[in-house]
T-cell receptor, first 115, second 112 residues
């Protein structure tokens, strides 16, 4: 009965490969997010979707492409992986965007290592 | 552009102490401010949410305050326990109200 679930938990791959991370929430929330946590533990917003519509795209290379097939899912596809993409990627959801004053619920993260 | 700063970066206290974690933000036009806890290798758990019209929120031994005019929030933890050891992150909404902007966190260690 996990609220926000991400798969896989760990992902090890070589430079130049393409990979995807999946996220699903069963909270009935309208808004989903991808955050990146770098090696210094700094958490930075990448994308936000509200009702399957992209509302934030924060200076992320276009090698990263989010896809939201429905309100409950937000997947992240990464093309031509680079060493600097190594990080922990967190999916999150909330009832609405930040202005709705609803808490964020986070998944447990996907640790991506690019070799 | 919203920026969030947390001080101190790390804090070690003996069990039973009361402590305060500090958070400051640059853009006072926020919708809300949230405090989270992150355990090693885990996701973030929401602790408290303070709406822009509120001054404080309480949950058990935790109390968070918000002073929008000075761009500051504090998280007060009473009677700390070893189980409180974790990284505490503060996040303020961006001006558009579309996402949360996070600080770098304060790593708390409570010794028994």
């Amino acid at each position: 009965d996990t609220a926000v679930s991400q798969t896989p938990k760990y992902l090890v791959t070589q430079m130049g490969n393409d990979k995807s991370i999946k996220c699903e929430q069963n909270l009935g929330h309208d808004t989903m997010y991808w955050y990146k946590q770098d090696s210094k533990k700094f958490l930075k917003i990448m994308f936000s979707y509200n009702n399957k519509e992209l509302i934030i795209n924060e200076t992320v290379p276009n090698r990263f492409s989010p896809k939201s097939p429905d309100k409950a899912h937000l997947n992240l596809h990464i093309n031509s992986l680079e060493l600097g993409d190594s990080a922990v990627y967190f999916c999150a959801s909330s009832q609405g965007p930040g202005s709705y004053n609803s808490p964020l619920h986070f998944g447990n993260g996907t640790r991506l290592t690019v070799t | 552009k919203q920026e969030v700063t947390q001080i101190p970066a790390a804090l070690s206290v003996p069990e039973g102490e009361n402590l305060v974690l500090n958070c400051s933000f640059t853009d006072s036009a926020i919708y809300n401010l949230q405090w989270f806890r992150q355990d090693p290798g885990k996701g973030l758990t929401s602790l408290l949410l303070i709406q822009s019209s509120q001054r404080e929120q309480t949950s058990g031994r935790l109390n968070a305050s918000l002073d929008k005019s000075s761009g500051r929030s504090t998280l007060y933890i009473a009677a700390s326990q070893p189980g409180d050891s974790a990284t505490y992150l503060c996040a303020a909404s961006n001006q558009a109200g579309t996402a949360l902007i996070f600080g770098k966190g304060t790593t708390l260690s409570v010794s028994s």
